[in-house]
């Protein structure tokens, strides 16, 4: 099944929506700060309930200056005090991070990852036995409150935590709730997909350039017609293939366009770029298997 979620509207009373407790993000990078604006904006939290850790000094009087939230340096001290974390370290050290912190986090507690290619297999090992976790797929739009966001839930998790999830990340932007068998597809499409819209509008804008525009006028219209188009869908709930068919006209310019962008393959060199993702996406999944049963053979034999 599938439910979506907007962002919440800022004209409703932040007193009624305000969540309970402490949310702790271990890593306070671009995404975890990215969630935070978009948290405080949403008024879901006020900024004594977030707790954040990073081990730059600098970034922690940053976000503390900006945003008003407690920062440390110390992961540890985070996961004491927060009822939900936020897994926002970089996938290769979030291993590690996970090890250090088991010991100390609250009982049953609910800790989201967004981890990219980590599985609920390999966290749900690294956790105390009885925590819920979720996992998500955001995209970078979500610094912008634009994102895509997709949720999966582990084994323990519940209906309540996907419900909290998806207003969490509701408030940078939309979401959907999936099995984490398709959270690779996800990763090849939203996930990735950032990338090849940027590389439209780069190629768009340098034709722009090369009939005649300025650079400047070239990346705005570029940029201004991926962003009206992809608004137009989404607020008519028309079919792509219909809305393309109102471009165009008879023996016009766009059908003529439309012809040398289908003769050059587009359509299937976006679908083999989404393919190729996915793949990539699942084999970066086993791999973070592979290293975490590695990592567990070592700590036996140690011990």
């Avoid at 700060?33 to 000094?57: F, N, T, Y």
């Avoid at 009822?83 to 049953?108: G, N, R, W």
């Amino acid at each position: 099944m599938i439910t979506e979620t907007t962002a919440p509207s800022a004209e409703e009373p932040s007193k009624d929506k305000t969540l309970p407790g402490t949310i702790g993000f271990l890593g306070t990078g671009n995404m975890a700060e990215a969630l935070i604006k978009g948290l405080l904006a949403a008024g879901l939290v006020k900024p004594e309930q977030i707790w954040g850790s990073d081990p730059r000094q600098s970034r922690c009087q940053q976000l503390r200056q900006q945003y008003g939230i407690n920062m440390t340096t110390h992961n540890i001290d985070v996961v004491r005090r927060a009822s939900m974390i936020v897994l926002s370290v970089k996938p290769q050290v979030l291993l590690p991070v996970m090890d250090e912190v088991a010991p100390h986090l609250k009982p049953k507690c609910l800790c989201i990852s967004v981890a990219a290619g980590v599985p609920l297999q390999v966290l749900e090992a690294h956790l105390p036995k009885g925590t819920r976790v979720i996992r998500v797929m955001p995209n970078t739009p979500a610094l912008v409150g634009a994102g895509a966001t997709a949720i999966a839930a582990g084994s323990t998790a519940t209906e309540d935590d996907v419900k909290l999830s998806q207003q969490l990340f509701g408030a940078i932007g939309f979401t959907v709730v999936l099995d984490e068998d398709q959270l690779d597809a996800v990763t090849g499409l939203s996930g990735s997909g950032p990338a090849y819209m940027f590389l439209v509008i780069e190629a768009l804008s340098d034709a722009g350039v090369k009939v005649g525009l300025s650079r400047y006028n070239a990346v705005a219209l570029a940029a201004h017609t991926v962003l009206g188009s992809a608004k137009l869908l989404l607020e008519t709930g028309q079919h792509p293939g219909h809305l393309k068919d109102m471009v165009t006209s008879p023996g016009g310019t766009a059908i003529a366009g439309l012809h040398t962008l289908e003769a050059g393959g587009l359509r299937t060199t976006l679908i083999n770029a989404v393919e190729a993702a996915t793949r990539r996406s699942r084999e970066l999944g086993e791999l973070a298997i592979t290293n975490a049963e590695k990592r567990r053979q070592r700590s036996t034999d140690k011990s």
